[in-house]
């Protein structure tokens, strides 16, 4: 059984059927790679794993574990369920989205210490300056360290308005990582950046699987950086999954006649 | 009457503008916030409410709402507003609804203009809505709002002297009395020295506070 198993995922927005029915799985420690044209449901479907959109059929389970059942009438999940379910995943974003007014560090602390805060509360620790203290004190301290691994140690009490686009995102992976998702998700993360800043992001994507076997998931339209850190690659279109195999396979010897168009464009 | 008398005499009037300022300034921003968050709101039926009342009270002048409010309660409710406390009291809340509705349509679109990025940014991190919008929305929507709240903000001082309708107390009101009984003219542009001033050290604290959000870019 593999670690994150996505069954039967579909989605519509109106009459438009954007996903018609995804399948795949990926086990523990390694990294999937979809690729696809713009429209062909790659960014819907990270948004539908990341509870951003709701599918209206499928599955998903991680560990074994159903996280989303859309199937089931269990009735709307309650917000707090919800937060849970979603806290397995992490999701770095296109356009960054920092928060604008939180330094770099602000950023990689400020969901993890609301987080903290409430797991004292539950301990009724919430009143003991010591216990709170001590808290907060750990999780500056792994932001650091989170800092460090992305090389901006330096740059910790910048705002993101004072950082370039590159920085941004590696600041936007920092603060995904600060609450050590199972599986963490990337939608495009380099779209929005200049050609000479792309290296930088990619580099620390790869390290987080070189150094740290994180399990993750990326949509890019960079093919050397996807052939490069993939175990698994995905191409899609038209919402489904058009060809998939190793890195090798799909770039190497692509079997379906769109992905063979997808790749040639591409060069 | 000299020149000091005509000056402490403005300056009673000037007391009574100024707790009119204060006072709704203190009350429409709340209430502007939960009329924003009316109109915003999923819910059809108090969308619609919140809209309407935003409509009814921006389409029609303020004067007459001063009268409604002032007049109204003796008129239709056998509770005559007498007092000056009470005729104040009423102007204020008169204020304190008009001023709401315009606020509220300054805080909706602030809202409205924080991209949908931000949201989806704290619901991936596990946030709730609440933290969302108090941690990460609230001081981005404070820094887009600051200029035009300055404006109504400033409108709202010199709007004070419409209370004169009601209530005799007010700066511009004691002004024109005494420009009545001494037939002199300068005693009204005395008083709006005193406006003119008095906007101008709010001019000077806003543009401070947008200093202090300006280490930010939204």
């Not at chain 1, 696809?36 to 998903?60: A, H, M, Q, V």
């Not at chain 1, 999940?77 to 960054?96: K, N, Y």
């Not at chain 1, 903290?116 to 003991?128: F, I, P, S, V, Y």
């Not at chain 1, 705002?159 to 600060?178: E, H």
């Amino acid at each position: 059984m593999a670690f994150l198993e996505i069954k039967n995922i579909k989605k519509s927005f109106g009459s438009t059927e954007v996903l018609k029915g995804i399948d795949f799985e990926v086990e523990k420690g390694k990294v999937l790679v979809i690729i696809g044209s713009s429209g062909s449901g790659k960014t819907t479907l990270l948004r539908c794993i990341n509870f951003l959109e709701t599918p209206d059929e499928g599955e998903i389970l991680v560990g074994g574990d159903p996280v989303l059942d859309a199937a089931s009438r269990e009735g709307r999940l309650s917000d707090e369920e919800l937060r849970r379910r979603r806290l397995h995943f992490g999701l770095v974003f296109q356009s960054f989205n920092l928060f604008p007014q939180y330094t770099a560090k602000g950023n990689l602390t400020l969901a993890a210490t609301l987080q903290a805060k409430e797991r004292l509360k539950a301990q009724g620790l919430h009143k003991n300056r010591q216990a709170v203290a001590e808290e907060m004190q750990k999780l500056s301290d792994k932001a650091d360290g989170v800092l460090a691994r992305m090389g901006l140690t330096e740059k910790a009490e910048f705002y993101p308005c004072q950082l370039s686009g590159g920085q941004c995102q590696r600041v936007a992976i920092g603060r995904a990582l600060m609450l050590d998702p199972e599986v963490l998700c990337f939608d495009e993360p380099t779209s929005a950046l200049d050609p000479e800043l792309t290296g930088e992001v990619l580099r620390v994507i790869k390290s987080l699987k070189d150094q740290e076997q994180r399990t993750m998931i990326i949509v890019t339209h960079e093919m050397e950086f996807a052939r490069n850190v993939a175990d698994k690659v995905i191409f899609m279109a038209d919402g489904v999954i058009e060809e998939e195999g190793t890195p090798e396979e799909v770039f190497g010897n692509p079997q379906s006649e769109k992905t063979k168009a997808f790749l040639a464009h591409d060069k | 009457m000299t020149f000091w008398q005509i000056t402490t005499e403005l300056l009673g009037g000037f007391v009574y503008t100024l707790a009119i300022f204060g006072i709704t300034l203190i009350a429409a921003i709340p209430f502007g916030l939960l009329v924003a968050l009316g109109s915003m709101s999923q819910f059809k039926p108090l969308n619609v409410l919140c809209r309407g009342f935003v409509w009814v009270i921006r389409g029609t002048p303020l004067m007459l709402q001063i009268i409604v409010f002032a007049y109204g309660p003796g008129l239709w409710l056998g509770i005559p507003i007498r007092t000056i406390p009470q005729q104040l009291l009423m102007v204020c809340i008169a204020f304190s609804i008009n001023y709401a509705c315009y606020f509220s349509e300054i805080f909706r679109g602030g809202i409205e203009s924080i991209s949908q990025g931000q949201y989806e940014a704290g619901q991936v991190l596990g946030m709730t809505k609440r933290q969302i919008f108090f941690k990460v929305v609230l001081l981005q929507v404070i820094k887009r709002i600051i200029p035009p709240m300055s404006n109504e903000i400033i409108t709202l001082v010199k709007d004070t002297a419409l209370a004169s309708v009601v209530v005799h107390v007010d700066l511009f009101t004691i002004a024109k009395q005494i420009v009545n009984v001494e037939v002199i003219l300068w005693p009204l542009f005395y008083a709006g020295l005193f406006y003119l001033i008095f906007n101008g050290l709010l001019t000077v604290l806003l543009g401070k506070l947008e200093k202090r959000l300006e280490y930010f870019k939204v």
